[in-house]
């Protein structure tokens, strides 16, 4: 099976409550392929996904683009843990994932990133992954004040894709160059 022709086969490839997550947590491939299309220019781009879940935007990216690497930084290491296995499973060579903060991640490491509103879910009651991990207004508010310093301490020319996004993380030195297919997913590049 061609896993990589519809979110209904790239789905199937998780655990039943993982893939019953996905329409509303995980990058639908569309979304993913023109992303990853807009971040990975250049030879051997190296991009960052901050909360890469279990590792669907990667996948499809390096499916896609196998001569940059993409790299997934998560909170919760069980969904790391899937995202592995099934990189594996899929043989793809030029992804790696990553338990813990993006908050102690070398953003200077990478040269383009994805953002698909990873804390969104300091702010809801329901609907959130799992209660592993501490959620609170507060650390939305905190999550969005160090991914914004972060953004702007990059080089001109630094590009991220983001989905579903406040915008509240985004410097004012980052312009918006254009916007997907899907409307929620924009694309910014650092002057
Ligand atoms: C909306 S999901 C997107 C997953 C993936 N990027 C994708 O598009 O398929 C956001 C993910 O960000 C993770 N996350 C939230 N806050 C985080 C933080 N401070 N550091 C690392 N991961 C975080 C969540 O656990 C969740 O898996």
Sequence with gaps: MDF???????????????SALASRHWTPIAVAKE?????????????????????????????????????????RD??????????HELSL??????????????????????FYNAFYENLIDNDTIDQTVEQSPELFNMYNRKLYKQLKKLPAGTRIATFHSSENEMPSSYQVVGVGTNEDLKFWIKL
């Excluded at 890469?52 to 499916?63: E, L, N, Q, Y």
């Design 78 to 87: 069980s969904l790391t843990q899937i995202a592995q296995s099934i990189a």
């Design 35 to 75: 992303a990853a299309a807009f971040l990975a220019v250049g030879s051997n781009t190296r991009i960052l996904d901050i909360g890469s879940g279990v590792g669907k935007f990667c996948m499809i990216g390096a499916r896609f683009h196998p001569h940059a690497a993409f790299t997934g930084v998560e909170q």
């Design 93 to 114: 060579t030029n992804t790696h994932f990553l338990t813990g903060n993006f908050t102690d991640i070398d953003f200077t490491q990478y040269h383009h990133f994805y």
């Design 4 to 18: 990589f022709s519809s979110d209904q086969h790239f789905d199937q490839l998780y655990p039943p409550a993982i």
